[in-house]
């Protein structure tokens, strides 16, 4: 499978996340983002222009990146795993409030049947996820018990080789 791989705030194109997909020998597209310095219209713009170029079959999300691949998996239709999404990351950007909103505003057309999801219970940046479990839950939708906001404190790689078929 060819997966396109978007890491979180401060985090590596080489995250957690990368590292279990690549283990599991799949083909990932993992571009930096610099969250602090490019707008969340210029992150969306390259995202487009890179489903498009490359034509990934799944859209992996971690933390902020989560935000981002909903959104982008709202635009494109591809399938998304998200591992401690932070949906609502217009909190954390007042500058972007009203675009970010406006992203956030589309994960109501999220396809259950497209999404997977994986949490940490002891998440210490985003808490207990209750909007994520209120807006996500389906039969993929996985809450580890003393899982942290790190996603190296998750199983990603028995996770992804559930949910990746």
Same mark, same amino acid.
Request: charged residues 25%; hydrophobic residues 40%.
């Given at each position: 499978?060819?997966?396109?791989?978007?890491?979180? !705030?401060?985090?590596?194109?080489?995250?957690?996340?990368?590292?279990?997909?690549?283990?599991?020998?799949?083909?990932?597209?993992?571009?930096?983002?610099?969250?602090?310095?490019?707008?969340?219209?210029?992150?969306?713009?390259?995202?487009?222009?890179?489903?498009?170029?490359?034509?990934?079959?799944?859209?992996?999300?971690?933390?902020?990146?989560?935000?981002?691949?909903?959104?982008?998996?709202?635009?494109?239709?591809?399938?998304?795993?998200?591992?401690?999404?932070?949906?609502?990351?217009?909190?954390?950007?007042?500058? !972007?409030?009203?675009?970010?909103?406006?992203?956030?505003?589309?994960?109501?057309?999220?396809?259950?049947?497209?999404?997977?999801?994986?949490?940490?219970?002891?998440?210490?940046?985003?808490?207990?996820?209750?909007?994520?479990?209120?807006?996500?839950?389906?039969?993929?939708?996985?809450?580890?018990?003393?899982?942290?906001?790190?996603?190296?404190?998750?199983?990603?790689?028995?996770?992804?080789?559930?949910?990746?078929?």
């Amino acid at each position: 499978m060819r997966i396109l791989n978007i890491h979180g !705030y401060n985090g590596s194109p080489e995250n957690s996340a990368y590292k279990a997909l690549a283990k599991l020998g799949h083909e990932i597209i993992s571009p930096a983002f610099d969250y602090e310095n490019e707008s969340p219209d210029d992150i969306m713009g390259r995202l487009r222009s890179i489903a498009e170029e490359k034509s990934p079959d799944i859209i992996v999300g971690t933390s902020l990146g989560g935000f981002y691949a909903a959104a982008l998996s709202v635009k494109s239709d591809i399938p998304v795993i998200l591992v401690n999404p932070f949906l609502m990351a217009f909190l954390a950007f007042p500058e !972007y409030t009203k675009y970010m909103i406006g992203l956030f505003g589309e994960f109501s057309k999220l396809k259950s049947e497209k999404v997977s999801c994986i949490i940490g219970s002891q998440d210490e940046v985003l808490g207990d996820h209750e909007f994520t479990k209120d807006l996500l839950d389906n039969p993929r939708f996985r809450i580890i018990e003393g899982g942290k906001h790190s996603g190296a404190t998750l199983p990603l790689e028995e996770y992804f080789g559930e949910v990746i078929k």
